[in-house]
Nanobody, 116 residues
Framework: QGQLVESGGGLVQPGGSLRLSCAAS????????MRWYRQAPGKERELVAA????????NYADSVKGRFTISRDNAKNTVALQMNSLKPEDTAVYYC?????????WGQGTQVTVSS
């Protein structure tokens, strides 16, 4: 069974940076589109960034374009989200997602808090 484990969350001041990482196991990672989602208190889960299976194409939510970068290492079965110029509105639980047709896996989430 596939498993995703996120790490790298924490408390950061506005304008700061964090790098989230997601380690995959139990499935053929290189076949899957990988996505990062986030969910703030009282809000719906939203898509933040996506990267295709070989990493040639990336997509971002308008709210994070130019500040966040998604990347993957298929040799290490990991996907990362580099977050720069963080804002208080980026505060949320961030989730890693793997998707291939009807098959999908979710991580447990990692908390990111942006506050002074």
């Amino acid at each position: 069974q596939g498993q995703l484990v996120e790490s790298g969350g924490g408390l950061v001041q506005p304008g700061g940076s964090l790098r989230l990482s997601c380690a995959a196991s139990g499935f053929t990672f290189s076949n899957y589109i990988m996505r990062w989602y986030r969910q703030a208190p009282g809000k719906e889960r939203e898509l933040v960034a996506a990267i295709t299976s070989v990493g040639r194409t990336t997509n971002y939510a308008d709210s994070v374009k130019g500040r966040f970068t998604i990347s993957r290492d298929n040799a290490k079965n990991t996907v990362a989200l580099q977050m720069n110029s963080l804002k208080p509105e980026d505060t949320a639980v961030y989730y890693c997602n793997a998707k291939l047709f009807a098959i999908g896996y979710w991580g447990q989430g990692t908390q990111v808090t942006v506050s002074s």
